[in-house]
């Protein structure tokens, strides 16, 4: 008897594949925004959950009988009275004057991985903010919704959700009360503001509708869950939804996240190890597959006298989410190089040439990228917008050089040798791209 090819799988294991395909691709497009609670926040022989670890130093310093596991049924016990509970928000934020907790090192593998530049944390403690700024740096941006429309921030472009952030939602620990959520009565008022649309930061829900939800680490009630879920996405049948990690998830939550085609794991060191492992073999195969990038949002053209300063410019691009067309990662193997380059040229979005000092240096020899400038500005006459951004560093005198007088015609942006930094560049060409 003929042995079959094909083995069959299960529905649940079809389904958990489906599933996983989804959110890596969903990773390697930078269409995934991750929403983190305090579950799994901090290292500690006290637990992983800074706001429990809060909560038993206050029962402590209270006498409070029992093991208290909200806030909520902390303040309403028998020993605080109404003064005490309007302090809280006060001897919060004189706590969190100094620096209470360590990111543990669940939280900042999470947060290495590059393509989660934007996380939206729904705690308010400063953990998530500490690990980011460890890993990006004076990069990071810190924006808040303090449940104030006239002070609740807001992302400008859509861009904007591609560079180092991390947003409160529920707001960042401070002395005001109100301003922050500790109390269930503070998380009912927030995601009402949520789903106001005269309330809520216009721009980020906007962003949040198209973006795949990683919501990890919250463990909050089935009625509250939903009430967040819904809070970023106003409405469940706009796909992709998203992927929740929760280990205490009851039945009914659960139920309901398969309804509105939510991924649903439980725990989060293994979500993570596979999560790193397929991207990391995504990237493999994306890179020996062989095919050229083509529809890039910007084509790089340098000098390989300049492959230092050019891989940091990619390097700040791709941070910002684009696809950039960089010939040491998206030429194909053992064909005609140029003909690629043209190709890809010719499909790009934008065209960036490195200016340097090289190039004067290099004017009577041969170098490709002298076709590239040609191709670039045969293919700017057909646009009616712009289509070439020069890149050129302070030193080189970029319009008295040898350098193409169609070239010459756009104003250069303009860098320090000595410390090279992109980022205005890169926040100049998103703004383009965003236009486009």
Known sequence: MKSSI?????????????????????????????????EFMVDSERGTNPHQILIDDLAEAYEVEGHP???????????????????????????????????????????????????????????????????????????????????????????????PTVY????????????????????????????????RPQNLASELQSKYLLILGNSYSDWLCRFVWYSMKSRFEAQPVGMMVDPVADDNLLQFMRRIDAFTQNNMEEVLDKMESMIEARMKEEQS????????????????????VAKQLYNTLKARGMRVWFDRDSLSYGASFMDEIIAAIKSARLF???????????????????????????????????????????????????????LQRHNAFLYDPQQPSFEEFADQIANVLANL
């Open 69 to 163: 596991t909200s806030f909520s049924q902390l303040l309403f016990d028998k020993n605080f009275d109404a003064e005490d509970r309007k302090n809280i928000y006060v001897m919060l934020g004189d706590a969190f004057e100094q620096k209470l907790f360590e990111p543990s090192a669940l939280l900042k593998r999470l947060l290495s991985i590059r393509q989660f530049p934007f996380v939206i944390t729904t705690s308010f403690t400063p953990v998530v903010e500490d690990a980011m700024r460890e890993i990006w740096g004076n990069e990071l941006r810190v924006m808040k919704f303090s449940n104030d429309p006239a002070r609740n921030d807001d992302i400008k472009t859509r861009q904007d959700i591609r560079k």
């Open 352 to 406: 960036v040439p490195i200016m340097t000092q090289n190039i004067e240096r290099e004017k009577n020899d041969y170098h490709p990228y002298r076709t590239e400038w040609q191709t670039a500005i045969d293919m700017a006459t057909g646009y009616g917008r712009n289509f070439i951004f020069p890149v050129s560093e302070r030193s080189f005198d970029f319009y008295g050089s040898n350098v193409p007088p169609q």
């Open 168 to 199: 409160y939602m529920f707001g960042r620990v401070c002395h005001s009360e109100k301003k922050y959520v500790v109390t269930d009565t503070d998380m009912l008022a927030f995601c009402k503001s949520w789903l106001s649309s005269a309330e």
């Open 6 to 38: 094909f083995k069959r799988k299960g529905r649940e294991d079809s389904e958990s594949t489906r599933q996983w395909d989804t959110l890596i691709t969903k990773i390697m497009e930078g269409n995934v925004v991750p929403v983190i609670g305090p």
């Open 289 to 308: 597959s062989g095919a050229p990038m083509k529809g890039a949002d910007v084509f790089l053209s340098y000098s390989r006298s300049d492959s230092d």
